[in-house]
């Protein structure tokens, strides 16, 4: 006699228990792949805002004090790239410091910027990142020593503004509510998901006037505004 030959198919109720399975690990997997990438963003911004730091110190040290330039800075309109001399309308400040920097066209552009707005920042020699125009566009703090606690003075920001040449720098005196500030920065540009419309669901790395840099939390930045706290007016 032959012995009974079973049934290997799937019941549907084990199907079912498959496909939940499945549902879960996705559910579970992919925001830890999308935070894995939003970390690795974040860190490398960091990495780039360090360099450019540095950058910005070098500079003074080898200019008397002097900070580099912007579009609507008061001082010279010209710098020089590779030896020639520049606007400052043809290209961002950014490369003002390329002397200072291994590869200025790699850290003027945050990795977490959009696929397109990569794209429209390197095609219009432009920077992902914005200078304080109370520091860099005033006669006042022009130069490093004029600037009070370094350590605790912001000076360099992630842009939430079209991408340009000329609009390289935040008005950080005109940040007294919560939507003039993202007009200008994007406080939540490294999170996982969707923005979300009070713009309070991720982070944004900071540069300080002594070259550091400092992620800090959408909300710890509503927070240092609703309080009064102002780090990117120097001397607050």
């Not at 500079?59 to 400052?88: C, M, Y």
Request: charged share 20%; with cysteine; glycine share 6%.
């Amino acid at each position: 006699m032959f012995a009974r030959r079973e049934n290997s198919a799937f019941t549907l109720l084990e199907l079912l228990v498959v496909c939940v399975t499945v549902a879960i690990l996705a559910g579970v997997a992919i925001p830890a792949i999308s935070g894995g990438f939003m970390a690795a963003n974040r860190t490398k911004c960091a990495s780039n805002m360090r360099q450019i730091g540095a950058a910005i110190l070098l500079h003074a040290a080898e200019h008397n004090g002097a900070l580099p330039v912007t579009s609507h800075s008061t001082g010279d309109s010209r710098f020089k790239i590779n030896g020639q001399w520049v606007n400052t309308i043809e290209y961002s400040w950014i490369y003002v410091l390329a002397d200072y920097l291994s590869n200025v066209d790699e850290v003027r552009v945050c990795p977490a910027d959009e696929k397109e707005r990569r794209k429209r920042i390197r095609e219009l020699n432009a920077t992902s990142y914005l200078l304080n125009d109370v520091v860099f566009d005033s006669q006042e703090y022009r130069r490093l020593l004029q600037i009070p606690s370094p350590s605790r003075t912001a000076i360099m920001f992630i842009s939430n503004r079209p991408v340009s040449r000329t609009w390289d720098h935040a008005h950080c005196a005109q940040w007294t509510t919560w939507p003039a500030l993202c007009e200008d920065m994007a406080p939540d540009r490294h999170r996982v998901g969707a923005r979300a419309p009070d713009r309070l669901n991720g982070s944004a790395n900071v540069l300080f006037a002594d070259g550091h840099v400092q992620n800090l939390s959408a909300k710890e930045m509503k927070q240092k505004l609703d309080s009064g706290e102002k780090p990117w007016l120097p001397g607050r």
